[in-house]
């Protein structure tokens, strides 16, 4: 992709500009991991240092060391792509990347069929705010979320909204979202970093994928974050 270009004019000229990459998504891309109920409400724990934007981030650094790209990563825990497309100048555009990475449908994917619409026209609103901007984009699509309805946690709050979502996934809410993504992406010429199906391989291959997740829910690991970050890098490798 072209912004490899300017990674190498940057190696090699150090007055050059600097590559500045974005990320909007939900609370996978804003560096969420474990969740904990207080005062009523599930709260998670936030480590966006090791979120794969900056995974990404220190494969870039390893691969071009002088350049120190910048990384904007516009990720909020529990947000959508309606939400998304409302705040893509303020948090995206307004910093004028030249990559913008974009992964929805986690949080999305729980409005069942009456929302399936609605996301499809957010992400391509989306894509056609970066597409007019000059950026590249990319979108990612994201993890597989719980299937295990026996789940049974002492905090009755997770265990609930844990049971909800793994009803909904294994009613396919997920992948009908993921392949309507699909669909917007190549109808607006977006790239797709497809993990969902690296994940459904997985799954398909004897995986525990519910045992990848760090809050049993729908938040991958630490260490998951890296095949997400390593995926975006081989997609950038691509002409």
């Given at each position: 992709?072209?912004?490899?270009?300017?990674?190498?004019?940057?190696?090699?000229?150090?007055?050059?500009?600097?590559?500045?990459?974005?990320?909007?998504?939900?609370?996978?891309?804003?560096?969420?991991?474990?969740?904990?109920?207080?005062?009523?409400?599930?709260?998670?724990?936030?480590?966006?240092?090791?979120?794969?934007?900056?995974?990404?981030?220190?494969?870039?650094?390893?691969?071009?060391p002088s350049v120190n790209p910048i990384i904007i990563n516009a990720g909020i825990s529990g947000d959508n792509?309606?939400?998304?497309?409302?705040?893509?100048?303020?948090?995206?555009?307004?910093?004028?990347?030249?990559?913008?990475?974009?992964?929805?449908?986690?949080?999305?994917?729980?409005?069942?069929?009456?929302?399936?619409?609605?996301?499809?026209?957010?992400?391509?609103?989306?894509?056609?705010?970066?597409?007019?901007?000059?950026?590249?984009?990319?979108?990612?699509?994201?993890?597989?979320?719980?299937?295990?309805?026996?789940?049974?946690?002492?905090?009755?709050?997770?265990?609930?909204?844990?049971?909800?979502?793994?009803?909904?996934?294994?009613?396919?809410?997920?992948?009908?979202?993921?392949?309507?993504?699909?669909?917007?992406?190549?109808?607006?010429?977006?790239?797709?970093?497809?993990?969902?199906?690296?994940w459904q391989r997985l799954r398909d291959n004897g995986v525990n994928t519910n045992a990848l997740l760090s809050?049993?829910?729908?938040h991958p690991t630490r260490e998951l974050h890296w095949m997400f970050a390593y995926e975006l890098m081989r997609?950038?490798?691509?002409?």
């Amino acid at each position: 992709m072209k912004i490899l270009e300017k990674f190498r004019n940057k190696q090699e000229n150090q007055f050059a500009t600097q590559p500045v990459l974005a990320f909007l998504g939900d609370s996978v891309t804003q560096g969420c991991f474990e969740i904990y109920s207080k005062n009523g409400r599930i709260e998670p724990e936030y480590y966006p240092e090791e979120s794969y934007s900056r995974k990404l981030q220190k494969i870039l650094e390893l691969l071009y060391p002088s350049v120190n790209p910048i990384i904007i990563n516009a990720g909020i825990s529990g947000d959508n792509a309606t939400s998304g497309l409302s705040r893509v100048e303020r948090d995206i555009l307004a910093y004028k990347p030249d990559l913008v990475v974009v992964c929805y449908g986690l949080n999305d994917a729980c409005a069942g069929q009456g929302g399936l619409d609605g996301y499809r026209e957010s992400l391509r609103g989306i894509f056609r705010k970066l597409n007019d901007s000059g950026a590249e984009v990319i979108f990612m699509t994201p993890n597989l979320r719980i299937n295990d309805i026996c789940y049974e946690c002492p905090d009755k709050m997770i265990e609930n909204c844990a049971l909800n979502i793994a009803a909904n996934e294994n009613e396919g809410w997920l992948e009908r979202y993921i392949d309507a993504a699909r669909g917007a992406a190549a109808e607006c010429g977006v790239k797709v970093c497809d993990c969902y199906r690296i994940w459904q391989r997985l799954r398909d291959n004897g995986v525990n994928t519910n045992a990848l997740l760090s809050n049993a829910v729908n938040h991958p690991t630490r260490e998951l974050h890296w095949m997400f970050a390593y995926e975006l890098m081989r997609r950038l490798l691509d002409d």
